[in-house]
């Protein structure tokens, strides 16, 4: 999974909740109340810090520091020649490759063993994987060779070559929805994450648009989670996103998404004020909290498909997974969504708040038993992993894999509006590498079914100041069923 970034605040905010739960009006709209408060008492002075003077060894590592930091990978061609794709059971495959990952010394590892700080902070591999990359000399300390009992010290820069095994994601194409010298805005396709993050870097929208229609160095301005699928728009200069940046900080962007849920939802425009906290960053999930940062989502139902609703989305705040948690709170899940709509949030699955009792600690450590349902690390021949839920409507006139290319179907060529058609290639035993001390080598893991790549929630449509965007609507979205006119 890959964490969305959230905006900073300003001011301190207090909320009083008044209620934890949907309350009826009159009218039979379902509306969820919260009164805030803004303390606006000011902020005390930070106090400056007190520098002593500054010693020849202060000196010298700063300049280390300056020299190391300008070794650090950037995205320039040699990356993203690093690795290719190639195509398979309708699938985007990256073929594995070497990488270095760098990082500075965080404050916390300062005067702990290397081996330590890699075994308990990487788990991605064994201990014994670390003690023998610091051994050989693939895991350095300011690109040197280090014992391992090395202890870490402050600008300390850590470099781990690996052999990288990254996702497969869906092979539906990213289609251009505009592009002029200042701005691109494309179709995302469910599955893709925008940019590299955890297991995700060449499988990528930003490594896709660069590798495959030329379209480089272009500005991430807002982001969409892994699955949602959507409009999104990337600067093609540093003015106009920051421009664009600024127009989505300041809510002066009005955003519209499409989604499916469970059951009936409630008539007319609803209305959910309750706050969101991230309870982890680290995982990338968040709940209903009256410790949570201001929110606001209206919700308005537009077509049934089965016992499910199309109920149409406008987030009026930009919170990590929104739409999503607000959805969870008031009861109707988004149908496929493998996090949000699913019993480690208690047996009422979240809705109202209830979370079954558990503390903020109980849930992640719940969530983390769970995690490789949504990164699909099935293992064919071990124990099967669950990949998420299967869809709990009953689909008319409808596929359940809608929008996904079928598993095993005839690969097509990919054209967008670059005028670039990518090739689409199969495997090729020549290009793929393998290194003897890579777990993954030696792991057959089973691809992702269609199911595991969607979730039922779109970006449709992105309104600022002077222009508006928008994406044709999803299958799953049922068109020839929605109303126009409430649209």
């Known amino acids: 999974m890959c964490a969305t970034r959230s905006y900073p605040e300003g001011e301190t905010v207090m909320i009083n909740q008044e209620a934890h739960a949907p309350k009826s009006t009159q009218d039979g709209n379902v509306q969820v109340l919260s009164t805030i408060q803004k303390d606006l008492s000011p902020l005390p002075e930070k106090r400056k810090t007190i520098t002593e003077d500054k010693s020849t060894d202060t000196k010298r590592v700063k300049l280390d520091t300056k020299s190391l930091k300008t070794k650090r990978p950037g995205l320039t061609d040699e990356k993203y020649d690093e690795t290719s794709y190639y195509f ?80 497969p994601v869906s092979l539906q194409s990213i289609t251009i929805v505009h592009m002029d010298e200042d701005i691109v805005v ?78 009936r939802f409630p008539d007319g425009i609803i209305q959910c004020n309750e706050p969101i906290q991230v309870v982890s960053y680290k995982i990338g999930v968040c709940r209903v909290s009256p410790n949570g940062k201001d929110c606001k989502t209206t919700f308005q139902r537009i077509s049934e498909v089965g016992d499910c609703s199309i109920v149409l989305c406008k987030p009026l705040t930009g919170r990590m997974h929104q739409i999503r948690v ?16 699913h019993e480690v949030f208690g047996p009422s699955k979240g809705r109202g708040g209830d979370i079954g009792g558990k503390s903020d600690d109980q849930l992640i450590n719940n969530l983390i038993k769970i995690h490789n349902a949504e990164n699909w690390l099935g293992v064919e021949e071990s124990v099967d992993v669950p990949m998420g839920n299967i869809l709990k409507c009953e689909l008319k006139n409808s596929v359940e894999n809608e929008g996904l290319m079928e598993i095993g179907a005839p690969i097509k060529n990919v054209t967008t509006q670059t005028g670039h058609e990518e090739a689409i290639d199969p495997f090729d035993r020549d290009k793929t590498t393998y290194d003897p001390y890579c777990h993954e080598c030696k792991v057959n893991y089973r691809d992702p079914n269609a199911k595991d790549l969607l979730m039922y929630l779109h970006a449709w449509k992105y309104k600022g100041v002077d222009w508006d965007y928008k994406t044709e609507l999803p299958d799953w979205a049922c068109k020839e069923l929605i109303n126009y006119d409430i649209l």
Do not use: M
């Not at 404050?107 to 702990?112: H, I």
């Not at 391992?148 to 850590?158: E, F, G, M, S």
């Open 186 to 263: 494309v179709n995302k396709p469910a599955s893709i994450p925008v940019h590299p993050c955890g297991r995700y870097r060449h499988n990528t929208v930003v490594f896709i648009l660069a590798k495959s229609h030329n379209l480089k160095n272009l500005r991430t301005i807002h982001r969409l989670d892994r699955l949602t699928s959507g409009l999104l728009i990337f600067g093609r200069t540093s003015k106009k996103a920051r421009e664009l940046e600024q127009q989505i900080r300041n809510r002066q962007v009005q955003k519209e998404y499409v989604c499916r849920v469970e059951g």
């Open 88 to 167: 398979e059971n309708g699938l985007r495959k990256v073929y594995p490759y070497f990488f270095t990952f760098t990082t500075f010394t965080k404050g916390r590892w300062v005067g702990e063993k290397i081996l330590d700080v890699f075994s308990r902070e990487f788990r991605a591999h064994p201990a014994e994987e670390y003690k023998r990359s610091i051994e050989t000399g693939k895991l350095t300390v300011n690109y040197e060779k280090v014992s391992l009992d090395y202890r870490l010290k402050h600008n300390d820069l850590l470099s781990n070559i690996v052999h990288r095994h990254e996702v």
């Open 326 to 341: 607000h959805l969870q709170y008031l009861g109707y899940p988004i149908v496929n969504d493998p996090l949000y709509n």
